[in-house]
């Protein structure tokens, strides 16, 4: 058992530019958006934002430029509590992501390009061994190299810490990285890139929890967008129903929105379902808001939700 507490998260830190508009345009064609946000993003940094508004204690490992964009995770980071574990460089500039936002669904999709957090080298994550360490839970993701992801999930096991993966961007990792997972929560686009089928229904859901749990990961969470979130692992295989009571305006973050969530219920020491609960209506709140780390709700208002569906058993 480990005897840290809080969460650790290593990822990326990036700023994202995010573009209102009716479609995408085609390529060689402009067209006119309806507007644009500039904010803090990153899919490992706002699952931090995500987790400390959520009320965890919340270290996070990244890379930044010396430059304006870096400057704004900064400030994120204080407003929401986070401690930011940065190597700051000179020479390399800080990541950005281009986001489209469908203006009348809310769907999104992403450029994202890491500037200075796509260096993070198993060097980097190995000099951040006591902040692994020293938590109770652990998240990473794929947008820094896999290398370095594998690294510090191996540092997470060999210590105890409950570990959190979510392989997001669909980029290639080791396969070991299955085994060190204790929870293993891709999207279902990202699931279907690794069990080679659609994830369209329940059943398909199940089945690529299935072959998740063959592959070694401890419970496989996958999140299903507005279907919610199916859980499989070797003692339960359950849909969880999306959680929310406002419209939709903005889905990009969901996922890091119910990461977040999920991990600071986990490190207060909840059950997998109530945690899996607590992720959706984080999740629901953040995608009535605009934008990725800035939607990220507070723990009152995540109550206040969960206590309006009476979701919480
Ligand atoms: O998951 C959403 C995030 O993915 C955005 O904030 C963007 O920066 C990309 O990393």
Known sequence: MAQGEGIAILGIYVADTAYLASRMPKIGETISGSGFTLGPGGKGSNQAVAAARAGAPVRFMSKIGNDPFGKMALEIYEQSGVTPELDVMDDMPTGAAFIFVNDTTGDNAIIVYPGAAGTISVEDVRARRDVIEGARVFVTQLEQPAD?????????????VTTVFNPAPANPFDDAC?????????????????VGFE?????????????????GVGTALITLGE??????????????PAISDAPVIDTSGAGDAFIGGFATALSEGRAVQDAVRFGCATAGIAVSRR????????????DALLRRVGAMQ
């Open 148 to 160: 370095a992801a594998l690294e510090a999930l191996r540092i997470a096991r060999g210590a105890g």
């Open 178 to 194: 299955y085994g060190l997972s204790d929870y293993f929560v891709p999207n279902e686009s990202e699931a279907a890139a690794i």
């Open 199 to 215: 994830i369209e229904t329940e059943d398909d859901a199940r089945r690529a929890g299935a072959d998740f749990l063959k592959r």
């Open 227 to 240: 279907k919610g979130v199916y859980i499989h692992s070797a003692d339960i295989s359950v849909l969880v």
């Open 291 to 302: 934008g990725t780390a800035p939607a990220m709700p507070e723990r009152a208002d995540i």
